[in-house]
């Protein structure tokens, strides 16, 4: 790529419903009518998690696994199970990767629906310590936050990349 240009394969993991589509759209619509950052282009992988039958559409989520360069791992903050899911890429990522020296960033989007969280900002920050990773509330709803959710991963990216 040329000087200043670079693209980042991001890896959307979460389940069903989470907002991942949300979030990307808010982002790349945020950013790209207005102006246009030629140091942040992203490539984004979908993947969505229906239900725990890892067996599903097992190629292309390892290809998808195996291309990426950051993990954007999503639960909604009014869905239990989706951070109960979240709980579990980490294993994924390690099946796939063979490390656990990835860059991450976990998600809890829907903070707008407040008043039917079922998952604790604590219980947030606490998963993300077992990842080592950053941790972000979001609203892809209100677009809270979620630039800082990309830019912060995008940091994580660079520097792993500085550090080799
Ligand atoms: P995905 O399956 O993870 O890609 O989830 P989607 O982006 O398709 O979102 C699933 C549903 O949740 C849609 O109806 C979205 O409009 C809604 N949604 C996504 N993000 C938010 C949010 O931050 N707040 C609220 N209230 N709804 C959201």
């Known amino acids: ?25 808010q982002f790349i619509s945020h950013r790209f ?7 942040i282009e992203l490539e984004v992988g979908y993947l969505s998690m229906l239900d725990t039958s890892l067996a599903e559409f097992t190629a292309m989520r390892d290809q998808y696994m195996r291309g990426g360069e950051g993990f954007i ?34 998600v809890g989007n829907k903070i707008d629906l407040e008043e039917f969280r079922q998952v604790s900002t604590e219980e947030g920050m606490s998963l993300a310590r077992e990842y080592s990773c950053s941790f972000f509330e ?18 994580e990216i660079r520097r792993k990349e500085f550090s080799l």
């Open 1 to 25: 790529s040329s000087a200043g240009s670079r693209e980042y394969k991001v890896v959307m993991l979460g389940a069903g419903g989470v907002g991942k589509s949300a979030m990307t759209m």
């Open 33 to 39: 009518p207005d102006y246009h950052d030629p140091t």
């Open 73 to 106: 791992i999503c639960y909604s903050i009014t869905d239990r199970q989706s951070f109960q899911e979240a709980a579990e890429f980490k294993e994924l990522i390690y099946r796939v990767r063979h490390t656990y020296d990835i860059p991450l960033v976990l």
């Open 138 to 155: 979001t609203s892809a709803a209100l677009r809270f936050y979620i630039d800082d959710v990309f830019h912060g991963l995008v940091r």
